[in-house]
Nanobody
Framework: QVQLVESGGGLVQPGGSLRLSCAAS????????MGWYRQAPGKQRELVAS???????NYADSVKGRFTISRDNAKRMVYLQMNSLKPEDTAVYYC??????????????WGQGTQVTVSS
């Protein structure tokens, strides 16, 4: 069982910055990928950024150069630093942990989501 709790969402003006945090607890294998997804009204949930336990990262093209994902394995936390925010970044942001178990296979865990609104 994995529990993820996001924080840091809110209202920010275009061009502003916001830092999201996700605290993970429960049974998580050392080899895993943590990431951030977002979902805007009427749209599919999409990957924003991910970071593997080894440190490799992946970003959506729309956020490259503006967002930075990082993780602290000792604290079991993952962060998303969002700079130069645009109105189109408005969405509910979800923390995700993905891991593969020998017998049960792929496991995706999700947080409850935190609202990010970019508006003047």
């Amino acid at each position: 069982q994995v529990q993820l709790v996001e924080s840091g969402g809110g209202l920010v003006q275009p061009g502003g910055s916001l830092r999201l945090s996700c605290a993970a607890s429960g049974r998580i294998r050392s080899r895993n990928t943590m990431g951030w997804y977002r979902q805007a009204p009427g749209k599919q949930r999409e990957l924003v950024a991910s970071i593997a336990s080894g440190g490799s990262t992946n970003y959506a093209d729309s956020v490259k150069g503006r967002f930075t994902i990082s993780r602290d394995n000792a604290k079991r936390m993952v962060y998303l630093q969002m700079n130069s925010l645009k109105p189109e970044d408005t969405a509910v942001y979800y923390c995700n942990v993905r891991q593969t178990h020998l017998l049960s296979g792929l496991e995706d865990s999700w947080g409850q989501g935190t609202q990010v609104t970019v508006s003047s």
